[in-house]
């Protein structure tokens, strides 16, 4: 005997689809949300190379320990910006204070507004990279077409030279990425 037919009823596609829609959606929410909730979760955790805020800098500069500090830029898709480091690489004395500038251009044809995250590697040097000045987690809005220069004023802690665990460190890369900020006007327009 041959069945056929489906034994799929209407009521269980209409419930199979309001829970695909429900994910969707869950999905969107959370990564238009990532970007505070990274900063939260940083803020409390001190995760994956969170770097130190400094309110001065320092009244120390350690010579014959240079460390290279290098400089990387990353766009969410969703985010029609080209956002480069300006400076790509620095070397430095642990207490040398430096500044830096990436830029980020509005690709689009209308206003848009982004928001950063960032991160250090390795992870270890988390706690002796000290920022002065930064533009992570500032909404930025920029008008079509328009470029902005957006400078990080940072020092290596000295104490990396004495710390068991960081002495070994000759390399940091300062990591930013930048997402459409919630609420901003962020959706792709214009060609790339």
């Not at 419930?15 to 990532?34: N, P």
């Not at 009244?59 to 290279?68: C, E, F, K, L, Y």
């Not at 902005?148 to 890369?173: G, L, S």
Request: hydrophobic residues 40%; glycine residues 10%.
């Amino acid at each position: 005997m041959i069945a056929s037919g489906n034994n799929i009823s209407p009521n269980g596609n209409r419930r199979t689809l309001a829970i695909l829609g429900a994910l969707v959606f869950g999905m969107v929410g959370l990564s238009y949300a990532s970007v505070p909730l990274y900063e939260l979760f940083c803020k409390v955790t001190g995760y994956g190379g969170t770097t130190q805020v400094a309110d001065s800098g320092s009244n120390q500069i350690v010579m014959g320990h240079p460390v290279d500090v290098r400089f990387d830029a990353n766009v969410n898709p969703a985010l029609n910006w080209q956002f480069v480091a300006v400076d790509r690489k620095v070397t430095v004395n642990p207490g040398e204070e430096v500044v830096i500038n990436y830029r980020a251009t509005n690709l689009g044809d209308t206003p848009s507004t982004g928001t950063s995250t960032f991160n250090v590697t390795p992870v270890k040097a988390g706690p002796f990279f000290m920022k002065l000045d930064c533009f992570c987690f500032i909404e930025q809005t920029l008008q079509p077409g328009e470029s902005v220069d957006m400078p990080v004023r940072f020092f290596v802690d000295p104490e990396i030279v004495t710390d068991e665990n960081a002495r070994d460190i000759q390399e940091i890369t300062l990591s930013y990425t930048f997402f459409p900020a919630l609420g901003g006007n962020s959706a792709k327009s214009g060609s790339q």
